[in-house]
């Protein structure tokens, strides 16, 4: 069965202190991995998506990168304003349901203290 | 350029009545997806649009749940005779149908079923 796994749950830091959020995923082939960020109240914000395993993409504080079998997103010298909940996605190469759907992991809340 | 918007942001209905909720996806995005978010679970998907072609329902967790999609565009999930269990986020989300398949999210529809 194809799923995906976020750890940790919750993650706090102290700002400036750098870490990574992990994504563990099982599917039947992977077209496409894809990191969400999404505020208290609001919709999922898109950050990246990842194709194939050694791929990175960054923004600002934020690298993505992939293997096989799981992601990381790192997260270099975090602010207050990185705090939020950090959501992962899979689409998998031959998804028997929906096309173009994405299973989502339960997320990381991390939580930077100035 | 706007994004996906969703109304109403919060709705507050009694047991047993039925509720609307409206989504107007990214002009010109040819594909549109409804999920369920609920406190501490992942995204659940519930229904797929893709152009004309028939709707995906298969993530649709009753028959209590319809949705339809007029003109290509704007969408209205419908849930009947509502339950408890039904209080939780709607999000809907559109993607281009062309290559990518990176979906974009709406605010949400906080519903609280009383």
């Known amino acids: 069965e194809d799923q995906v796994t976020q750890s940790p749950e919750a993650l706090r830091l102290q700002e400036g202190e750098s870490s990574s959020l992990n994504c563990s995923y099982t599917?039947?082939?992977?077209?496409?991995l894809f990191w969400y960020r999404q505020d208290p109240g609001k919709g999922p914000e898109f950050l990246f998506t990842?194709?194939?395993a050694g791929e990175e993409k960054e923004k600002e504080r934020l690298k993505a990168t992939l293997t096989k079998k799981e992601s990381f997103l790192h997260i270099t010298a975090p602010k207050p304003e990185d705090s939020a909940t950090y959501l992962c996605a899979v689409r998998p190469m031959n998804y028997g349901g929906s096309q173009g759907n994405l299973i989502f992991g339960k997320g990381t809340k991390l939580s930077v203290k100035p | 350029g706007a994004g996906v918007s969703q109304s109403p942001s919060n709705k507050v209905t009694e047991k047993g009545k039925d509720v609307e909720l409206r989504c107007d996806p990214i002009s010109g995005h040819t594909a549109l997806y409804w999920y369920r978010q609920s406190l501490g679970q992942g995204l659940e998907f519930l229904i797929y649009?893709?152009?004309?072609?028939?709707?995906?329902k298969s993530g649709l967790p009753s028959d209590r749940f319809s949705a339809e999609r007029t003109g290509g565009s704007v969408s209205t999930l419908t849930i009947q005779r509502t339950q408890q269990e039904d209080s939780a986020v709607y999000l809907c989300a559109s993607r281009s149908g062309t290559v990518s398949y990176e979906q974009y999210f709406g605010p949400g529809t906080r519903l609280t079923v009383t």
């Open positions: 649009f893709q152009g004309n072609s028939a709707p995906d």
């Open positions: 599917v039947s082939g992977l077209r496409g």
């Open positions: 990842l194709y194939s």
